[in-house]
């Protein structure tokens, strides 16, 4: 009796120890309590994307120009299974009037950030790399090598829809050690960026948990992506082609072809290449 007493007690006496190490990590190191909160939450808040019936209308692609409507790459996926051609020409803007060199839409959506940012926190948000050429992917690669730099072709860097943030004195995993770092990472879907490669998620993305690179694909999609703890590869697998789904007040649909489906009675439209041959349809009412 007396024995199996002691070893009770000396069992409670490690499961005090372990919880309170538990907390002393997560107290010392923020980015792992960060980490924990997310995964908790994530559980416990699903966003819902529904099927919905809507009236079309069919336009050749090659009609969308004369309708007003370009085709960007904003839902574009790159990775080492979908590649960009070496003669790829992204839509490049400078961002503000630095020499910091963006995508069109992203540039516009980075400048919210920061101003958000900006305004919440006593942090500026910079930058450590957003576009590079499929040369500048090279040496990276050669400087880096593969284990945490992508061949050329499937660095989304190459887009100019991807950058790598960082805060004075933070960069890296270490940006989930400030507050604002934390909070762009819970908050960059509202203007429109999502963390590419989340925590968890390697098996899907083949990249492990970059909190510091964020990648624009517009508000609702990054809002749904988000909001269902998914990848871009996961979405754009989990859009059936030919279907309309309605978030909001906006309505998606997912198409391939030479014809696209165009919802009626809408305000906008826009349309995205998915980077594996097909489009991405975005409506708002
Ligand atoms: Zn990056």
């Known amino acids: 009796m007396k024995k199996s007493k002691k070893r009770a007690a000396a069992a409670v006496i490690i499961v005090l120890l ?39 209308e069919s336009v050749a692609v090659s009609e969308l120009s004369e309708r007003g409507i370009e085709i ?19 839509d490049l803007i400078n961002y503000k009037d630095t020499d910091v060199i963006m995508e069109r839409h992203t540039a516009q959506a980075y400048a919210e950030l920061s ?4 305004e919440q926190f006593n942090e500026g948000l910079f930058v450590t ?3 590079r050429t499929f040369e500048e ?9 593969g284990d945490t730099a992508q061949q050329p072709g499937a660095s989304e860097h190459e887009t100019g829809l991807a950058a790598d943030i960082c805060f004075n004195g933070y960069a890296g995993m270490g940006v989930l050690d400030c507050k604002a770092g934390r909070y762009l990472n819970s908050n960059c879907q509202e203007h429109g960026f999502i963390i590419r490669y989340p925590l968890g ?28 703890d998914i ?4 979405y754009i697998n989990m859009l059936e082609v030919g279907k309309f789904y309605k978030y909001k007040d906006y309505i998606l649909s997912h198409q391939q072809g030479d014809e696209l489906m165009l919802p009626l009675n809408v305000k906008t439209i826009s349309v995205s290449h998915d ?8 409506a708002q009412k």
């Open 201 to 228: 998620k390697k098996n899907i993305t083949g990249i492990e948990y970059e909190p510091w690179h964020i990648r624009y694909v517009g508000k609702p999609h990054a809002q749904i992506i988000s909001g269902l």
């Open 129 to 131: 790399s957003t576009y």
């Open 275 to 282: 980077g594996c041959g097909g489009y991405i349809i975005t």
């Open 137 to 145: 992917q090279q040496q990276v690669l050669e400087e880096e090598g």
């Open 72 to 90: 960007d790459d904003t839902l574009m996926l790159v990775n080492t299974d979908h590649m960009l051609p070496e003669n790829y020409q992204p």
């Open 18 to 56: 372990v919880t309170a190490a538990a907390a002393a990590l997560l107290i010392a190191r923020p980015r792992l309590a960060y980490m924990a909160a997310e995964t908790i939450s994530k559980i416990s808040t699903q966003t819902k994307l529904k099927e919905t019936e809507c009236k079309t």
């Open 115 to 118: 101003e958000d940012i900006g």
């Open 231 to 234: 990848t871009l590869e996961e």
